[in-house]
């Protein structure tokens, strides 16, 4: 492997930083704005467009640098912890740089919003906030995580990122070798433990007709707390605060709006709170299970109609008049729905900001030409 010196530039979508050498683009992992390194290049090629790296030598270190919070994902180890070793302050500086960067150059349009910390991640220090975590079994039965953009398979010894019991849970047993092993704990503090997609209990296989494969997750917004049941190897937001911030937002966005569609609705954490505040909502979702932990959540609520089914394909079927529509895919909704007479409101949320939530931006027909919009946030919660 070859090692160069490098003086880091901005940060960028992905948890890295973009440098150059003799005039290539060189992504570098683990290293900070402004910072000197010594760097050892892991994807390098005469033909390459760009380079990748890690910095491996700190020379001129950032005063936003702190010890890593996660080791096992620095140099040459794991992905998942791109900013272990980024301050609280200088991560949410981060991530603000990156989304002013991809709205200007990619949206043609400024971002607008502020990146800010969910109650309780200051305190933690960061940590200790994740309710669902997934990882491979090893050889030996070991949970693990494969080495970024790589094959290899390192087993894990801590999980900091997790909260205590989910960090148990994973690493407190042995698992069949190449398993893929899923934790998640509820709001009632129960964890469920799935192997490949099978209950798992007491270090072996739930067999029982009656093993649970559920979890129950409860979201409290203002004096109102939304019970829900999901499954529990099914999608939750993985940050313990994440469903509230979120349901709270998406509340006070679609206002008055009367008739909602929540798109890529998974179990219904929005199509919940829309409905009980008396709204007609149409959620619509692909995902089977997710489809029917919906209709289950909803079953009291006979003002919301569960469609599962490809979001693409509803849309261009037509689902009526809409006031408001809320949507979080992974990749613009490009199909035409039938709303040429009408302007929805969009709220626009997104797993994978920055990547998709510029992109929905410059895409129609969501752009502000095609729809009355009050999608950028004010605020963005941030965790490493």
């Not at 129960?190 to 559920?214: E, I, L, M, Y």
């Not at 979702?285 to 009291?300: F, K, P």
Request: with cysteine; hydrophobic share 40%.
């Amino acid at each position: 492997m070859t090692d160069i010196e490098l003086t880091i530039g901005a940060p960028a979508h992905g948890g890295h930083c973009v440098a150059r050498h003799e005039g290539r683009v060189v992504f570098v992992r683990h290293a900070l704005p402004g910072e000197r390194v010594l760097a050892r290049l892991t994807e390098a090629g005469d033909d390459a467009k760009l380079w990748r790296a890690d910095a491996i030598e700190i020379r001129e270190a950032s005063p936003d640098r702190v010890a890593s919070a996660w080791p096992e994902a620095g140099p040459g180890g794991i992905g998942g912890g791109e900013l272990a070793h980024v301050s609280l302050s200088g991560q949410r500086a981060w991530k603000q740089a990156v989304l002013d960067e991809s709205f200007e150059r990619f949206a043609k349009r400024p971002f607008g919003g502020t990146v800010a910390a969910v109650a309780g991640d200051d305190a933690a220090h960061g940590l200790r906030y994740r309710t669902r975590v997934t990882a491979t079994a090893n050889a030996e039965g070991k949970a693990g995580m494969h080495h970024h953009r790589g094959d290899g398979l390192v087993p894990l010894s801590e999980m900091p990122l997790a909260t205590e019991d989910v960090e148990r849970a994973l690493l407190g047993q042995r698992f069949p070798a190449g398993a893929r092993v899923a934790v998640a704990q509820g709001s009632d503090g129960t964890v469920r433990v799935t192997v490949n997609g099978k209950p798992w209990r007491s270090g072996k296989a739930d067999t029982r007709p009656n093993a649970p494969r559920t979890l129950r997750e409860s979201v409290t917004v203002g004096e109102r707390t939304y019970e829900y049941k999901v499954d529990a190897d099914g999608f939750w937001q993985v940050h313990r605060g994440a469903p509230a911030v979120l349901v709270a937002e998406v509340l006070e966005r679609v206002g008055e709006a009367e008739r909602v569609a929540d798109l890529y609705a998974g179990a219904g954490l929005f199509t919940l709170p829309l409905a009980a505040a008396g709204r007609d909502v149409v959620s619509v979702e692909a995902h089977a299970g997710a489809s029917r932990a919906a209709r289950r959540n909803l079953h009291d609520y006979p003002s919301a109609s569960i469609v599962h089914g490809d979001v693409r394909r509803t849309l261009r079927d037509g689902i009526g008049h809409l006031d408001a529509i809320v949507l979080d895919p992974r990749a613009p909704v490009q199909a035409r729905p039938r709303w040429t007479r009408w302007q929805p409101a969009v709220h626009r949320g997104s797993c994978t900001w920055p990547a998709t939530l510029w992109r929905w931006r410059a895409t129609p027909p969501y752009s502000p030409s095609a729809a009355t919009t009050s999608s950028t946030p004010r605020r963005m919660t941030s965790s490493p």
